[in-house]
């Protein structure tokens, strides 16, 4: 009989690229598929076979919708897989809407590669296109949570609720032979998640295989505890400062989730009377088809949604704008202050909010609210950091706008993901420790020994372990 065993192909050493493989006696499983994003070093292995061939492959179980979990999947599909693609609605839906977007920008860059002459192959292809990425989605299976669901002969699999973004799942392996459970973390969200949520304990499991995003810090933001409430108090004076002197805050956000999130602090701030109701512009199509599909769950009680939320309207005294078309962007450009305008990229890499930061960066009554992660070389970061300049478009930008950030994380930090890790009964006999860079994953490692005296490892790409014997 065939040995079950993990390989670790992606998010091993690296934040993107989440693929584990899982092979049983009864089939091959592969649990994420996502996509290498960030530094060019790490986009080219997308261009790499995998070590396995797709067609071979029985299944994929997704655990949600960010590209760096399911955003391989059109190139999985070329590649000859067959299997469905199992994942709950949330991510499904979220899926449908950032996996053709992905493929529309794979283009693009093929296309402005060909123009410019710099591509190393000719003409430069893209990873997909945008009509692999639709033909992709009819693989999607949906699965409700807590449902065990079986996959191939001697494997079932249950999605349990990770408080991340809508859908969002860690997902529990259940094999007969050998007899093991192998939980998978996925991205673990905050218990502190307005809408979502928090992640459900782990309960049983022999193996557990945790992200590492956030293993070697604690988050230093004022969440909402109902003591403090540092997000909204920052917020309130961001907007009443616009309010004010007539200036127009831009809000780079992720298009899925941050949106959401940054949207209803706003709601919360109007309703309370902290803030006066200005015009609020959503200027991200993606952005919106998402916040579409966190509306609909909401409303529709989703089952992970926080209880007090559901049946309701996402927002009761705001009602953000969906610019959609790129005339209505541009039109944003001759308006007057005071105005919100959220938008995307979340980093200010590219997309929409760059001609909004080019406009509004060299007025001081304007202000850039940064609200997430922003990777180090991003102009995020740059803005973050105190930069007096910011190149957009080609054109040096004067950066006379305020600059405000405040911690908007969708992770979990070390402290909550060894909450999570404590909460699986009895305790498991090994962690592997995987989506994170390796100093973060070495300082889990170190916290999950030190700390409940379980083995823990830090995988590397292509590590295969065996399940059903010991590290
Ligand atoms: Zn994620």
Same mark, same amino acid.
């Given at each position: ?20 493989? &899982? ?5 091959? /499983?592969? *649990?994420?598929?996502?996509?290498? !994003?960030?530094?060019? +070093?790490?986009?080219? !292995? ?5 070590? &396995? ?27 000859? %897989? ?15 809407? *950032? ?27 893209? @990873? ?14 949906? *699965? ?32 007969? +032979? ?30 557990? *295989? ?33 309010? +004010? ?6 809000? =780079? ?44 769950? @909401? ?7 926080? =209880? ?6 996402? %927002? ?16 944003? $450009? ?49 803005? +973050? ?13 004067? /950066? ?33 420790? $995987? ?27 292509? !590590? ?8």
């Amino acid at each position: 009989m065939k040995t079950a065993q993990l390989t670790f192909i992606g998010g091993a050493g690296t934040v993107t690229g989440s693929k584990t493989l &899982v092979e049983t006696a009864g089939g091959l /499983v592969l *649990v994420d598929c996502g996509l290498f !994003q960030g530094e060019k +070093r790490y986009r080219l !292995q997308n261009w790499d076979p995998l070590p &396995v061939d797709p067609a071979s492959i029985d299944a994929v179980l997704l655990t949600h919708a960010h590209l760096d979990h399911c955003g391989y999947l059109p190139r999985l599909v070329n590649g000859g %897989f067959r299997g469905p693609v199992w994942c709950t609605e949330g991510t499904r839906r979220l899926a449908a809407i *950032v996996l053709p977007d992905s493929g529309h920008l794979q283009e693009e860059e093929a296309e402005w590669a060909n123009r410019m002459g710099f591509s190393r192959h000719r003409p430069a292809l893209p @990873l997909y296109t945008k009509d692999e990425a639709v033909a992709s989605l009819e693989r999607f299976r949906t *699965v409700d949570f807590n449902t065990p669901t079986p996959i191939v002969e001697g494997l079932r699999a249950t999605w349990h609720r990770a408080g991340h973004i809508l859908g969002a799942a860690s997902i529990a392996l259940d094999l007969e +032979r050998p007899a093991r459970r192998v939980v998978f973390s996925g991205d673990l969200g905050r218990s502190l998640h307005p809408l979502l949520l928090p992640p459900e304990p782990i309960g049983a499991a022999d193996v557990v *295989v945790t992200e590492s995003t956030y293993g070697d810090e604690p988050h230093h933001d004022g969440t909402l505890t109902g003591v403090s409430d540092g997000v909204g108090e920052v917020m309130a004076e961001v907007v009443n400062r616009a309010a +004010r002197y007539g200036g127009v805050v831009v809000i =780079p956000a992720f298009a899925v989730d941050r949106t959401e999130v940054v949207l209803w602090h706003l709601d919360r701030l109007v309703a309370e009377g902290r803030v006066p109701d200005l015009p609020v512009f959503v200027d991200s199509p993606m952005a919106c088809r998402a916040l579409d599909v966190y509306r609909s769950e @909401l409303e529709a009680g989703s089952p992970e949604v926080r =209880p007090e939320l559901r049946g309701r309207p996402l %927002f009761g005294a705001i009602d953000p704008v969906p610019v959609v078309t790129v005339e209505e962007s541009k039109a944003l $450009n001759a308006r007057r202050g005071p105005m919100i305008v959220v938008s995307a990229s979340g980093m200010a890499t590219g997309g929409r909010v760059l001609h909004h930061l080019a406009r509004r960066l060299g007025d001081h009554r304007n202000t850039i609210l940064i609200v997430g992660f922003q990777a180090p070389g991003t102009r995020g970061d740059a803005l +973050r950091h105190g930069a007096r300049q910011l190149k957009l478009h080609g054109q040096v930008h004067e /950066v006379k706008a305020k600059v405000v950030s405040i911690a908007l994380s969708a992770h979990a930090d070390q402290s909550e993901l060894l909450r999570w890790l404590a909460s699986a009964e009895p305790r498991p006999e090994a962690v592997y420790v $995987n989506h994170g860079e390796p100093d973060a994953s070495a300082a889990l490692v170190a916290a999950v020994t030190g700390r409940f005296g379980i083995d823990a490892v830090a995988v590397t790409p292509g !590590q295969q372990v065996r399940l059903g014997e010991r590290l």
